[in-house]
């Protein structure tokens, strides 16, 4: 990892309605010579993903700035929304793009997570690729009941004592801070309106009941449609042609049809890549025709993302 | 068009077992500081393919290098193959990859042939978009009854008169050149050893006889295996996920399935991305969701080839 290593950052944070905290927070981490790919608010979630991409030394500075700019604004108090949360910064995990591993992106979790103990006064815990125990690698886990049971589990359980800063809850609450793969935010839509329908396919396919590896999935009622709404941890493991297929394969049971998917965010490009060879029944070995690949084996001009 | 305008360059030619040969012409073409994407020698076609690109300039110079070296070292007298041509730098498009149209590439055909008419003292016949009349679009056409049916009628037929050149072929023949947009050769094989039915299959889905536009096949038995030798002429009138389909749905109807399929040479990223938003169900604006695409918007390190 150097300073031309590319990194992304993914924080989620707990405002989604009022747009001068949203754009103070965004323009807070635009400060520190990130690019900012993408900003999602979700009124209903009452939160708000910001992606943006930049040196490892800049995605740092960017994702505390964001952070501070949050704990200010951000009163967990007063905070209403459906998707669980424990802080005002909620969520910050670190994902490799080039020229960095997991291990490195592990490395910043932890410089920033230091840095906002100290500086900020907030209780960080490190997950996934960054965890310190087993226990605090899924962020289900680190947020187990929100910032309400955190609150007072912080002082009474040892179990729950942060990595970094106080073990008290200010109405900033704490983070999760960590490093992960990209994950790709896939949603299915059935041609039905039973949620139940939904949910049997999402038990079917998840990892965490005897599914597909590194899929994570919820069914849902979206605009009055059937959704099977899917995590997919880590595309070289269970890819997008894969899942589809078996969702499509357990509706079939169901007596439902795919009608449309949709990606939330962004897909690294290798995954749809794989997904058309399967498709077109391709070796793997054509993915070096692709020719804007070879172009920039030549020019320089083109790296697609390394995933492998 | 401009000097950062990248151009890419598929001549062929009729030279595909001498490896001195074939290694002086693809000197001749690298000396002029373009880059070689690929070389491809056919013994039984007895034929070579080289691919490669650079600026306007360097691209029309290697063609021209190209063309000097074979015509010095290819004589046509004693040239024997399976393939249909006319010259020994048999035909030479230029395609547009970045920052130029297939009207710039036709300029560049028009620049190339009229230097090779004067300083190589060979006909030059110009083809597709740099096509001076009608019945020179079709390469078919140009080539029809080969070399040696060309070296009586260039000077007895006013309709087969060259664009550039003399009306009179020498030992090195005559040259095809043009522009056009990047082809996508796509090969399907089948589990048959029947040739007829690849046959059948390449005339019902070839726009030639009725099938779908932009698409050139052929059906030929390769290694004991039938196989629809494709070609994608342009891949956003007719792409692969639509040809591959329809060659399904013949094949079933000889009682044939899709056993493997093959790329013969490079295809756009953006055919494969197009096939993988049609496998996945998703909508044409998930184009947007590319992780890279969106990085390069940004970052102006990665540049998808827009072929819209």
Chains 1, 2 share one sequence.
Not at 52 to 77: C, N, T
């Amino acid at each position: 990892m150097n300073e031309l290593s590319l990194i992304e950052c993914v924080p989620n944070f707990s405002e989604g309605r009022n747009v001068e905290v949203i754009d103070a927070i965004v323009r807070s981490i635009a400060s520190a010579s990130v690019s900012i790919l993408g900003v999602s608010s979700d009124v209903d979630h009452h939160r708000t993903v910001v992606t943006f991409v930049g040196s490892p030394d800049s995605v740092v500075e960017g994702a505390f700035r964001g952070a501070a700019a949050a704990a200010e604004r951000i009163d967990l108090e007063a905070h209403r929304g459906v998707h669980p949360r424990i802080g005002a910064a909620d969520v910050i995990p670190f994902i490799p793009l080039r020229g960095a591993s997991l291990a490195d992106c592990a490395t910043l979790a932890r410089r920033l997570g230091a840095r906002m103990g100290d500086a900020l006064d907030i209780p960080v815990y490190l997950y996934e690729a960054a965890a310190t125990r087993p226990e605090r690698v899924d962020l289900a886990d680190v947020r187990r009941g929100g910032y309400e049971a955190l609150k007072t589990a912080i002082q009474s359980d040892p179990t729950r004592a942060p990595d970094f800063g106080p073990a008290r809850l200010g109405r900033a609450g704490a983070s999760a801070v960590g490093a992960r793969l990209p994950l790709i935010a896939f949603n299915v839509y059935l041609d039905t309106a039973d949620v139940a329908v939904a949910q049997a396919i999402a038990r079917a396919v998840r990892a965490s009941s005897g599914g597909l590896t590194c899929i994570k999935a919820l069914g849902l009622l979206v605009g009055g449609q059937a959704q099977v709404s899917m995590n997919l941890t880590d595309f070289r493991q269970t890819g997008l042609d894969v899942v589809l297929s078996a969702v499509e394969s357990e509706a079939r049971q169901h007596g439902a049809r795919v009608e449309r998917t949709e990606l939330v965010g962004f897909a690294p490009q290798a995954a749809l890549i794989d997904a058309a060879l399967a498709a077109l029944h391709l070796p793997n070995t054509a993915r070096d025709l692709v020719l804007e690949a070879r172009l920039g084996d030549i020019t320089g001009d083109y790296r697609p993302i390394p995933f492998d």
